[in-house]
C-alpha cells in the first residue's frame, strides 16, 4: 500500500530522468545513467521507490541528492574541434537516433524517505539496477524539505529553492530549532549576508513569531529596519505591530559596576603586571566593602589605594607607587561616553517580544564594543538563568520571563580565533549552556577563518553564502558538518543572495534563493563612479564656485527702498 508522502512524489510533474547503474564509492551512494543533462545538477533532489512486494509491504521513496556527474560517453573530440561542422549533423549519419548523444554517469547520495515524527530514515536498501530514478516533485520537496510551512507560528521564509522554479518550493525554517540551537551566517564581503540577516529579522518580527531580538550592529547597517513601523505586511488583526528601538552610540549607557576585572584590563591597556595585580586585589575589596551595592568609579578607586599599602618590617604602613598610576588611567573611565555610575541598559530595556532593538556601534572604539558586547550578554545570560530559576520577582531589571535572541554581526572581532576577547568566553558559555534557558545567538561574519572555531563549532544551523577565500573554506570544512562537502564544493560559484541552509532548522541541506526583503537594505555598496560623476554636474560646480569664491567677489544684494534685489 502506497504511503502518502508517495502521492507527493507521483504527481504529473514527475520525471523520470534515468535508470540505476549500481552503488556508488560508498555505501550510501548509488550511480545512475542519464542522456539527459538538464535535470543532473549538482544539488539537486532525485528519488527512487522501493518495497510494495506485498499488500502489507508499505511503498517509500528514496529521497537523494545529485552529488556529482561525469560525462562518459560522446562523439569524438575531433569532430568537436572544428567549428564549421555541426556534430548534431555528424551524430545523425552515424546512427545517434537520440536527440542527446552524451551519457552522463551521476553519483547521488541517500537521504532517504520522510517520517513526519522521525524525519528523514535511510533504509538501507541500494536502489537494484535497472530501477528507475525521478526528478522528485516540487509538491513532495515542499512536503518533505521544511519542518515548517509558510507563515505557520515558528515559520521564516527565507527563500525558495534555487535550482527549481522561482516560489516553486518555498525554503522555510524552523525557528524553534534556530533560536534555541544558535545559528551563523558565513559569506565572503558582497555576498549578501546582512541583507539576509535582515530577511531573518523581518520573519522573526512577523505576527507569526513576535520575536525578541537584540543586534549588535559595528556598521550602522541596520538602521533601516525601523521600516516595520506601521508596515502592514507586520500587522495582526489583534492590533500587534513589531517595535523598533535604534539605539545610537550617544544612547548606549552601561553601568559601572556590571563590570569585572577583565573588563576594565580591556578597557585600560598597556597595563604592568603589577598594576593588574593590585587591580585584581581591588575588585577583591570591593567586593567584601560593597556586596550586590552599586559602585562608582571613584569607589574603585579607593580600593585601589587600599589595595596598594603595605607594611615594612617595623609595622609602618607603606604606600605604592602603582595606586596613582592607575588613578590616572581609571580617570580615563570616568569620563567614558559609555560607561556611567547610575545610567543603564537593563535587559527589560533591551528586550521584549515583538521588538527588535539595534545597538549602532559604528563610532566606539573597538575595546569599548568588545566590553559593552560581553557585559551586555553576561547580563541577559544571568538574567535568564536567574529568571528560569524563580530567583527575580517581576519588578527587578533583570527580571526576562521569555526567550530572547542575539545577532552579532561581524562575529570574528568578538570571538577571534587564536586571539584573547573578552566576548569569547562568555559566547562560549552562552553557546554551549544558553539553549537550556532560552538564550540564542547568531553569529554574522564574512571571515569564518578568523571565528574561533569552538564558537562556530556550537552553531548547530548555518547560512552558508559564497567564500572564494580557500583559508575560509578550509575552516568551513571541519566547522561546519552540516552542509556537506559536495555543496561546500559549490560556493565559489554561488552568486548574491544565494546561499547554503543546513543544520537544526531544516531536514535537509538546500540550496536557496533568498527572497526580496520587505524593508530597506541598509548595506548597500556606495556607487563610487555615479559619485564621482556626480561631482562634475552644473549644479554642483556653481555650489562649489560660490562657496570658494573670496568674500569681495561673491555676489552680494542690494536694498532699493527696502526692498532687497538679488
Same mark, same amino acid.
Given at each position: 500500500m502506497a504511503s502518502d508522502q508517495f502521492n507527493h512524489v507521483n504527481d504529473s510533474s514527475t520525471l523520470t530522468i534515468g535508470t540505476v547503474?549500481?552503488?556508488?564509492?560508498?555505501?550510501?551512494?548509488?550511480?545512475?545513467?542519464?542522456?539527459? !543533462?538538464?535535470? =543532473?545538477?549538482?544539488?539537486?533532489?532525485?528519488?527512487?521507490? %522501493?518495497?510494495?512486494?506485498?499488500?502489507?509491504?508499505?511503498?517509500?521513496?528514496?529521497?537523494?541528492?545529485?552529488?556529482?556527474?561525469?560525462?562518459?560517453?560522446?562523439?569524438?573530440?575531433?569532430?568537436?574541434?572544428?567549428?564549421?561542422?555541426?556534430?548534431?549533423? &555528424?551524430?545523425?549519419?552515424?546512427?545517434?537516433?537520440?536527440?542527446?548523444?552524451?551519457?552522463?554517469? %551521476?553519483?547521488?547520495?541517500? &537521504?532517504?524517505?520522510?517520517?513526519?515524527?522521525?524525519?528523514?530514515?535511510?533504509?538501507?536498501?541500494?536502489?537494484?539496477?535497472? +530501477?528507475?530514478?525521478?526528478?522528485?516533485?516540487?509538491?513532495?520537496?515542499?512536503?518533505?524539505?521544511?519542518?515548517?510551512?509558510?507563515?505557520?507560528?515558528?515559520?521564516?521564509?527565507?527563500?525558495?529553492?534555487?535550482?527549481? @522554479?522561482?516560489?516553486? =518550493?518555498?525554503?522555510?525554517?524552523?525557528v524553534k530549532e534556530l533560536v534555541s540551537t544558535h545559528m551563523a551566517i558565513l559569506a565572503g564581503t558582497g555576498s549578501g549576508k546582512s541583507y539576509t540577516a535582515g530577511v531573518l529579522v523581518e520573519e522573526l518580527m512577523a505576527p507569526h513569531n513576535r520575536a525578541a531580538v537584540l543586534i549588535f550592529d559595528p556598521h550602522g547597517e541596520y538602521g533601516t529596519l525601523e521600516d516595520l513601523r506601521g508596515h502592514p505586511a507586520f500587522q495582526d488583526e489583534d492590533g500587534y505591530a513589531p517595535q523598533v528601538k535604534i539605539l545610537k552610540p550617544e544612547d548606549i549607557r552601561i553601568r559601572v559596576s556590571s563590570l569585572d576585572f577583565y573588563d576594565v584590563v580591556t578597557l585600560l591597556p598597556n597595563m604592568s603586571d603589577r598594576q593588574q595585580s593590585i587591580l585584581s586585589k581591588a575588585f577583591?575589596?570591593?567586593r567584601?566593602? /560593597?556586596?550586590?551595592?552599586?559602585?562608582? %568609579?571613584?569607589?574603585?578607586?579607593? +580600593?585601589?589605594?587600599?589595595?596598594?599599602?603595605?607594611?615594612?618590617?617595623?609595622?609602618?604602613?607603606?604606600?605604592?607607587?602603582?595606586?596613582?598610576?592607575?588613578?590616572?588611567?581609571?580617570?580615563?573611565?570616568?569620563?567614558?561616553?559609555y560607561f556611567h555610575t547610575a545610567d543603564h541598559l537593563a535587559p527589560k530595556d533591551l528586550f521584549q517580544p515583538g521588538q527588535v532593538t539595534v545597538l549602532q556601534m559604528n563610532e566606539i572604539s573597538q575595546e569599548e564594543q568588545q566590553v559593552i558586547c560581553a557585559a551586555i550578554l553576561r547580563q541577559a545570560n544571568q538574567a535568564r538563568m536567574n529568571t528560569q530559576k524563580e530567583k527575580?520577582?517581576?519588578?527587578?531589571?533583570?527580571?526576562?520571563?521569555?526567550?530572547?535572541?542575539?545577532?552579532?554581526?561581524?562575529?570574528?572581532?568578538?570571538?577571534?580565533?587564536?586571539?584573547?576577547?573578552?566576548?569569547? /568566553?562568555?559566547?562560549?558559555?552562552?553557546?554551549?549552556?544558553?539553549?537550556?534557558?532560552?538564550?540564542?545567538?547568531?553569529?554574522?561574519?564574512?571571515?569564518?577563518?578568523?571565528?574561533?572555531?569552538? %564558537?562556530? @563549532?556550537?552553531? /548547530?544551523?548555518?547560512? &552558508?553564502?559564497?567564500?572564494? !577565500?580557500?583559508?575560509?573554506?578550509?575552516s568551513l570544512k571541519y566547522g561546519v558538518e552540516a552542509a556537506g562537502r559536495d555543496l561546500l564544493k559549490e560556493l565559489p560559484a554561488l552568486t548574491k543572495g544565494q546561499v547554503i541552509m543546513a543544520g537544526a532548522c531544516v531536514n535537509t541541506p538546500v540550496l536557496c534563493q533568498v527572497r526580496q526583503r520587505l524593508t530597506q537594505h541598509g548595506g548597500q555598496t556606495l556607487d563610487a563612479p555615479a559619485m564621482w560623476q556626480d561631482f562634475f554636474q552644473p549644479h554642483q560646480v556653481r555650489s562649489r564656485t560660490i562657496e570658494q569664491a573670496p568674500p569681495a567677489s561673491r555676489p552680494r544684494s542690494r536694498t532699493v527702498r527696502g526692498v532687497s534685489i538679488d
Open positions: 547503474k549500481g552503488p556508488g564509492e560508498n555505501g550510501n551512494q548509488y550511480v545512475f545513467i542519464t542522456a539527459d !543533462n538538464r535535470y =543532473v545538477k549538482v544539488g539537486e533532489f532525485v528519488c527512487y521507490q %522501493v518495497g510494495g512486494m506485498d499488500e502489507t509491504d508499505e511503498t517509500h521513496q528514496i529521497l537523494g541528492k545529485i552529488s556529482a556527474r561525469r560525462l562518459i560517453d560522446h562523439l569524438p573530440d575531433r569532430i568537436f574541434a572544428d567549428t564549421e561542422i555541426s556534430p548534431e549533423t &555528424i551524430a545523425a549519419l552515424v546512427g545517434f537516433a537520440h536527440p542527446n548523444p552524451e551519457i552522463y554517469e %551521476v553519483t547521488v547520495d541517500v &537521504i532517504g524517505y520522510f517520517d513526519v515524527r522521525l524525519g528523514f530514515i535511510n533504509p538501507r536498501v541500494a536502489p537494484k539496477p535497472g +530501477a528507475k530514478v525521478y526528478l522528485a516533485s516540487d509538491g513532495y520537496l515542499r512536503h518533505v524539505l521544511n519542518r515548517r510551512q509558510v507563515r505557520d507560528v515558528g515559520s521564516a521564509h527565507m527563500g525558495s529553492l534555487l535550482l527549481r @522554479s522561482q516560489g516553486a =518550493v518555498p525554503v522555510v525554517l524552523d577583591g575589596i570591593l567584601n566593602r /560593597m556586596g550586590d551595592r552599586r559602585w562608582s %568609579v571613584n569607589d574603585l578607586m579607593d +580600593a585601589v589605594f587600599d589595595a596598594d599599602r603595605s607594611q615594612d618590617e617595623d609595622g609602618n604602613e607603606k604606600k605604592g607607587s602603582s595606586a596613582e598610576a592607575l588613578e590616572w588611567k581609571l580617570d580615563k573611565l570616568a569620563r567614558s561616553d527575580l520577582d517581576p519588578q527587578d531589571e533583570n527580571y526576562l520571563p521569555y526567550p530572547v535572541f542575539i545577532l552579532l554581526e561581524e562575529a570574528h572581532r568578538f570571538a577571534p580565533a587564536h586571539e584573547p576577547s573578552r566576548c569569547k /568566553m562568555i559566547l562560549r558559555t552562552i553557546l554551549s549552556e544558553g539553549r537550556k534557558f532560552g538564550l540564542g545567538v547568531g553569529l554574522i561574519t564574512q571571515r569564518p577563518g578568523k571565528l574561533d572555531s569552538d %564558537v562556530l @563549532s556550537q552553531c /548547530m544551523s548555518q547560512f &552558508i553564502m559564497r567564500i572564494v !577565500n580557500p583559508v575560509d573554506q578550509d
